[in-house]
Structures are given as structure tokens and as C-alpha cells.
């Protein structure tokens, strides 16, 4: 699902738990054009960040540069990310 959110405080993707109904796995940032745009942006995302894990949310960031470059790769990583989240320890 796109741009899930509590509150002000929204992230860009979220991974429905498979074996827990109505509830979100993960949260998945994206930085985009705001992100770079100032530190006070970053600082806020920082802080947004903050809150969210507070909230219980498990966060994973795709950063723009990685996923042009290699997006293969950016999924990969995702995948194996997410397989460890659903794997019991």
C-alpha cells in the first residue's frame, strides 16, 4: 500500500503482514527531491523516522541512488529483508 500513515507522519510504501491480518510488516522510505533538498528536510525525516519506530513500525529506506543505479539489486536486498522479518527467530 502506498503512503500509509499515522497521524502526520506517512511512509511511501507498507507491506501488508501476511500472517497477521490488518496489520503492516514493514514501512518502506524513499528519499526523493525534498529529502536532499535541505538539512532541515533530512532532520525531519530523521525525527518522522523517530516517531514511527516509537509508533512500532520496522522501517527499511531505498535510497534513489541505489535503486537508478541497481534496481535488481535494491529488491534483492528488500526481499531478503523482509524474508528475515517473517522468518521466526
Known amino acids: 500500500m502506498a503512503q500509509v500513515g499515522v497521524s502526520n507522519y506517512f511512509i511511501d510504501l507498507a507491506i501488508v503482514d501476511p500472517n497477521r491480518a490488518g496489520t503492516y510488516l514493514l514501512g518502506i522510505e524513499c528519499d526523493g527531491a525534498t529529502y536532499h533538498s535541505s538539512k ?10 523517530e516517531v514511527l519506530e516509537k509508533l512500532g513500525w520496522k ?15 535494491e529488491i534483492e536486498k528488500l526481499v531478503q529483508f523482509i524474508n528475515k522479518l ?3 527467530d
Not at 522501517?59 to 539489486?73: A, C, G, Q
Request: hydrophobic fraction near 30%; glycine fraction near 0%.
Open 40 to 49: 532541515a528536510a533530512r532532520d525531519r525525516d530523521r525525527y518522522r523516522q
Open 59 to 73: 522501517l527499511y529506506r531505498i535510497w534513489s541512488t541505489d535503486w537508478f543505479k541497481n534496481p535488481e539489486v
Open 86 to 88: 517473517l522468518t521466526p
